[in-house]
Structures are given as structure tokens and as C-alpha cells.
């Protein structure tokens, strides 16, 4: 299938780069991301390298980005986020190729029932998301423009002439700055084989892409998605300290990319792989097991000069028993959207008497409806005192999750719908004392209960030699979906060898169970960081997303480099400024127009709230001399003097033009607007705060506008 998608576009366009060489050929493609979320195979390295594209367009929009992904248990959209990580994919397989990248910026997407406001806060985005890569400055605006014109507010209209002026204009932006360039240093590696590992019953969980990837970005660190197919291109692996890499659900598509992976280690870079066990690993046919190696890991060890002997394995929690529990409440089938959502109390007393542990499960009642268990929080008494009390999907409830088969978290509570459930488990409760559980539930719910032996066996305990990430995250218990990898050989140590060269491999965490799946290893002036955990584990909670930044924070120290968090992502492109925040507000200092504002709204250091997104144009400080702001269509002419402003600009009929200019010190007297042929037609002028806002009807012949002052 991969194949013969390449060879039609080679046919296709070989010719034509032949017999007409200067016609631009181009190639459309959506990320490697979103076709691996969508079941789609399109080998993207391939395509990309054929020596007829020149141009590739990569096509991220809404209906893309907002495919829910899961992050701290919670799978829900994330449409800048993932957006981010879809450009940064394709920016990331094109870098240095030589080859136009294109991104595409889509106001209004396929899914028509969607609501005004939807459509604009999630085009915002993107669009964010798309401007912080400035080495990109071509974008395929309005893919569809017969469902955006006519069918969208005119305010949005105006919005969307506004982005399209500002995304036309970014070639002349003639230099970038921020956070969003400057620690850009960390990496995610994905290979186009991340579209094959998809067939039941060993479908790959993608889940462990946006485990390495959304912990970081989420706390606004710029992390790429790198190409792994491009790993041994020369100088590919450079701008990089630290990449994240696992096999779990890809495989490299040969050895020379882990020679070129080691030999970066070598120079200095700092390699995290995570997991390692795959059934895919077996295949018979791959390049690994025809050199007699158990896993392509092992090669990649054995290029770092890690030699592993013998087989390795995958250790995982027990299975639930379920066949132990015994139901005691239950919430009525028939009952939907929370409305009878109450306190329940359940005894545990007579549980907790036998082994001193309990096991409290989620089910629903009825599973046919799809309105299952609806849980809000927990809290658990004691002899009549608080021991415990959480809200679901905060970090002290993953402390007790010992079990999650398909539960969800939607911001407020966690679910079950259908087959699914979920299982606490309460340790070291005492015997003949009162135990009573209260419980906020709602919907169809099925409270079951067990008496059980404490199953803390997969828990990750922290070694002297993991230092302050020891400290911060002494000991954390893996769910049972989630494999670890141990290797025979690599056993913890009473000492702390710090990673010094030749001292052999350093644990940081063993398992309660024995052995030990997180370790490393200096390798020449880098390092190798084996998280041997399936990465899936890291988008299930607080405490493992906290976990795997602290690793890769501890992984580029140990190369001198840096893991810096921040409360907003922000780069500077020429005078726009483009700011995605994040649990706090940022400041942006200095007068700027808001081109997300269809009045284009002016203000001095202007606050962007926490979680939104902001693009900014600096419109100079309030002393200057009258001048142009920012005006939302294509500006073809323009003359600026103390006395007058005028301007020619042409914009899609049927929607209103607005610009912003800078007033400074002077007052308006007058403004005029005519087509042109000469007619005059309406003209709006609103003076406010030093600055005038102009509104006008846009026509695609053009309009000459002309303000005097004095």
C-alpha cells in the first residue's frame, strides 16, 4: 500500500518535472500524526523524498487537531496542542530539505453542526500553533471558501481577512525570537511505521506518543516531533539535546538510523527510551529478527556499547480478578446526565477485616446505554476521621487507581460507560475499626467491593542515584496496563555511580517486584536514559506526566543541558508577537492590535488570560506620528504624512473591511473611502484612546481610503 502510494505520485509527477520543469509540483498531505490516529498508512518520508516535490503542503486544520487525545487520564481535545505537535511533524521532515512547506489554515472545517464560536476559538489555534515555526512562511489560506464567505458571521469574516493579511505578510518578517525558538532542544522521535503497528488483538497504544510529548508541552516546553526516518541524514539529529524515542508503538525502519542515533549520544546528546516491550517485536520477517536480535532496542544498545545478554521481560500488575467482588449499590439504569447524583456511603469494615486491603470497583449497570458509573470524588473514614479524600482526576486519586480499563475523565468526574470500569484499592486499613467510604456518584452506576492482597508488586521505587527526581518522586505504582521491560543483567546497587563513564549502567528506579526497568548509562559525552515503562504510562495521571518531565529535566543535566518549564509558549516574528499560555496570564509589553479582534483592538501591555491564545502586531509607542495600525485585507499602496494617512486595499466582497490606525498626538478631521473608479462609499470612523478604527465595505477591486488629522 505504501509503495504504491509513492510510486503514483512519482509517476505522476516525474513527468512533468521532465517535460516542464518550471511548473511548481506539489504534494498534499495531512501529518504523520493524524494518519496514525485515523488508520490511515501514507509513508510520508517516502513521498517527500522523491526528487519531483518541491513543495508540500501539510494540511493541519480543526477537524484534525481536535481528535481527543489523552493527557493526565484525560482524553479530551487539545486542538493547539496537537496542532502544535501535527506542524511540528511535518516542519520537523522537512527541515533542511530544501523543499517549501506550506501550512494550511482552514476558518471553517468539514463538520458543518459545529457552532460559530466553536469554529473561531479552534481556527485561533491552529493558526497559533501553526506561527510558531518561523521558518515556515507559505500557507494555503481558505481551502473551501464557498463554506467560510456567506455562511460566517461578518465579524468572523473580518477575523479571518485579518489572519489571512497577517499569515501573507509573515515573509517579511525579517527575524524571530521567544521561548518557542530558543528551547526548541527536545524532541519526539516518529517514524512512518507508526501507521502500521494498527491490527487486533496488538494494536499499538498511541497513547505513548502523547505520553512523551504532551507532559512537556503542556507546561510549555517546544517539544518537536523529529523524524526518525531522517536520523542518520547528515547534521538531521543536531539542533537536538535531548530525544525521547520508543519502539512500543514503531519500530525504526533500520540499523542506520541507530548508528547515527548512538553516535549523536556520543557527541553529547542525551537519549530517553522508553518502553521496549512490543508484540510486534516478533515479527519474523523484520530487519531485527533476521540478525538474530530479540528486539530492534537491542541493536540500538549494542551501537552505545550496552551489551545485553539474554532475553529480556515483560513484567506487568496481575489481571483483575473480578470473580472476587461482591455488588453492594446500586444506581437506578434509566438514569442519565447526572441527574440523580448523591452522596453514597458504603461499609468497608467487613472487607478490610481479612487482609487489611480493599478493592472498590466501577461498573455499569447497564451497559447496553451508554450512562454508566459518574463518579465526582472519594472520601474515606477512618475510625470517624478523614484518612483520604480526592477528587477524581486529581493527583491523590492515582495514588489509589489500581485499575483503569477504559475509564474517562471529563474535567469533573470520572466515568464508565459500557464494558469499561475502574478499581481503587485502599492498603493498610486497620482491623476491628470503623470504615465507611462516601462516594459522589451519579448516572448508572455499580459499586462492587473485595477483600484483597495488597497488589503493590509494580510499583517503581526510587534508588539513591536518581537524586533530587528520587526525592521528588519517591515511589509510584503502575497500572496493570502498563508493561515494564527488564533487561538480565541490569540489577540495582548499593552505590551511586552517578552515570560515570564506564562504570556500567546506573538504576534509578527498580520495581518492588524485582529488578530494575529505569536506568542509565554515559555513553562518550552523552547519555542513555532506559525507561523500560510502557509510555503509555505517562498521559495516565499527574504524578507520571510529573515524572517523565523530571527524567528528561535529569537526562539534560547530565549533558549540560536544560529543561525549561514555562507559562506561556511565545515567539517574536518580526512585529508580530504570537503567545499561547498556559495555568497563568502573560504580559506583552508595548502597544499591540489584537488580530483575533475583529475591531482590532489596541491596548499597552496587554494581558493574554491563562489557556488561550494571542496574535499580536506592534503598532509602535503613543508618541509617534500618525500611521497605519493594521488593516484587515491585502494593502497594495499606502502614503503616511503628519497630515494624512491613505491607503488602497482589496478584500472579499460581501464583508467589512476594518483598520486600525495610530492617531498619536493628532486629531481626526476627516476620512473618505471610494472604489476605484472614484465612487465614495460608507466609511465608519471611531476615534478611541489614541487610536481610530475604520470600517468600510471590502471590494475585491479595491477601496482607497484617506484619513486627514491635524
Known amino acids: 500500500m505504501a509503495q504504491l502510494e509513492t510510486n503514483q505520485i512519482s509517476q505522476l509527477l516525474g513527468p512533468v518535472a521532465d517535460t516542464r520543469p518550471a511548473v511548481r509540483r506539489m504534494v498534499a498531505l495531512h501529518s504523520p500524526l493524524h494518519y496514525a490516529l485515523s488508520g490511515i498508512v501514507s509513508p510520508h518520508y517516502a513521498i517527500t523524498s522523491l526528487p519531483a516535490v518541491q513543495d508540500v503542503v501539510g494540511q493541519v486544520w480543526t477537524g484534525s487537531a481536535r481528535t481527543p487525545v489523552r493527557y493526565v487520564g484525560l482524553r479530551q481535545d487539545h486542538t493547539f496542542s496537537l496542532a502544535y505537535l501535527e506542524y511540528s511533524s511535518l516542519y520537523q521532515l522537512l527541515r533542511g530539505t530544501g523543499r517549501r512547506l506550506w501550512f494550511t489554515s482552514d476558518p471553517v472545517e468539514d463538520d458543518a453542526t459545529r457552532t460559530p464560536a466553536d469554529y473561531k476559538i479552534h481556527y485561533e489555534q491552529t493558526v497559533a500553533a501553526s506561527l510558531l515555526f518561523p521558518e515556515v512562511d507559505s500557507y494555503e489560506v481558505l481551502p473551501w471558501p464557498e463554506r467560510v464567505y456567506g455562511h460566517v458571521s461578518p465579524e468572523y469574516a473580518t477575523e479571518i481577512n485579518t489572519v489571512n493579511a497577517a499569515l501573507q505578510d509573515m515573509h517579511n518578517q525579517p527575524s524571530a525570537s521567544g521561548n518557542a525558538v530558543t528551547a526548541a532542544n527536545i524532541g519526539v522521535l516518529v517514524s512512518d511505521t507508526i501507521q502500521l503497528q494498527r491490527e487486533s488483538p496488538n494494536a499499538s497504544d498511541l497513547d505513548g506518543l502523547w505520553g512523551l510529548s504532551l507532559p512537556l508541552l503542556q507546561r510549555g516546553v517546544p517539544v518537536q516531533i523529529a523524524s526518525l526516518d531522517r536520523a542518520a541524514d547528515p547534521g538531521y539529529l543536531r539542533p537536538f539535546k535531548s530525544l525521547l524515542l520508543s519502539y512500543d508503538y514503531q519500530k525504526p525502519p533500520s540499523s542506520r538510523v541507530e548508528a547515527a542515533l548512538a553516535q549523536w549520544v556520543r557527541e553529547g546528546g542525551c537519549l530517553i527510551f522508553v518502553g521496549g516491550s512490543d508484540a510486534y517485536n516478533n515479527l519474523k520477517e523484520s530487519w531485527w529478527r533476521l540478525a538474530n536480535l530479540e528486539a530492534p532496542q537491542f541493536d540500538l544498545f549494542s551501537q552505545l556499547g550496552i551489551g545485553i545478554q539474554g532475553k529480556s521481560a515483560s513484567v506487568a500488575a496481575s489481571a483483575e480478578d473480578t470473580s472476587q467482588y461482591q455488588t453492594v449499590v446500586k444506581g437506578e439504569g434509566a438514569e442519565h446526565d447526572q441527574k440523580n447524583r448523591r452522596a453514597v456511603k458504603v461499609d468497608l469494615a467487613p472487607y478490610a477485616q481479612p487482609t487489611g486491603s480493599v478493592a472498590v470497583r466501577f461498573t455499569d449497570v447497564t451497559p447496553q446505554d451508554g450512562w454508566g458509573a459518574y463518579l465526582g470524588g472519594v472520601r474515606l473514614d477512618i475510625g470517624g476521621k478523614v484518612a483520604a479524600e480526592f477528587l477524581t482526576g486529581s493527583d ?7 485499575y483503569d480499563n477504559g475509564s474517562e475523565y471529563d474535567g469533573k468526574g470520572r466515568f464508565a460507560d459500557g464494558p469499561n470500569s475502574w478499581t481503587y484499592e485502599f492498603d493498610n486499613l486497620p482491623p476491628n475499626t470503623p470504615v ?104 495516565a495521571n499527574e504524578r507520571s506526566a510529573g515524572l517523565l518531565r523530571a527524567l528528561v529535566g535529569y537526562g539534560m543535566r547530565r549533558v549540560g543541558g536544560s529543561l525549561k518549564e514555562s507559562d506561556a509558549l511565545r515567539l517574536k516574528r518580526g512585529k508580530y508577537t504570537i503567545v499561547r499560555t498556559f495555568d497563568d496570564s502573560e504580559v506583552v509589553e508595548g502597544r499591540t492590535v489584537d488580530l483575533f479582534s475583529p475591531t482590532l483592538a489596541a491596548a499597552d501591555d496587554r494581558e493574554v488570560p491563562a489557556h488561550s491564545v494571542a496574535l499580536l502586531y506592534d503598532i509602535g509607542s503613543g508618541d509617534q506620528p500618525p500611521h497605519i495600525g493594521y488593516v484587515s485585507g491585502r494593502v497594495q499602496a499606502r502614503v503616511e504624512t503628519a497630515s494624512a494617512t491613505a491607503f488602497y486595499v482589496r478584500g472579499p466582497a460581501g464583508t467589512v473591511g476594518a483598520a486600525r490606525l495610530h492617531s498619536g498626538r493628532r486629531r481626526l478631521v476627516g476620512a473618505r473611502a471610494m472604489d476605484r473608479l472614484g465612487r465614495a462609499i460608507p466609511i465608519q470612523a471611531d476615534a478611541d484612546g489614541g487610536t481610530v478604527l475604520l470600517k468600510y465595505p471590502n471590494d475585491p477591486d479595491g477601496v482607497l481610503v484617506r484619513v486627514g488629522w491635524e
Request: glycine fraction near 12%.
Open 396 to 402: 491523590l486519586e492515582s495514588r489509589f487507581l489500581a
Open 436 to 539: 465507611q467510604m462516601t462516594l459522589d456518584l451519579a448516572d448508572g452506576y455499580a459499586v462492587s467491593v473485595a477483600s484483597v492482597k495488597p497488589n503493590i508488586g509494580h510499583t517503581l521505587l526510587s534508588t539513591p542515584s536518581a537524586g533530587i527526581v528520587g526525592r521528588a518522586f519517591p515511589r509510584l505504582r503502575i497500572p496493570s496496563a502498563y508493561p515494564a521491560t527488564l533487561y538480565p543483567q541490569i540489577q540495582p546497587r548499593d552505590r551511586d555511580d552517578s552515570g560515570k563513564p564506564g562504570a556500567g549502567p546506573s538504576v534509578l528506579y527498580s520495581l518492588r517486584s524485582g529488578g530494575a526497568p529505569v536506568w542509565m548509562s554515559a555513553i562518550g559525552k552523552g547519555l542513555l536514559l532506559n525507561v523500560g515503562v510502557a509510555p503509555g504510562f505517562f498521559s
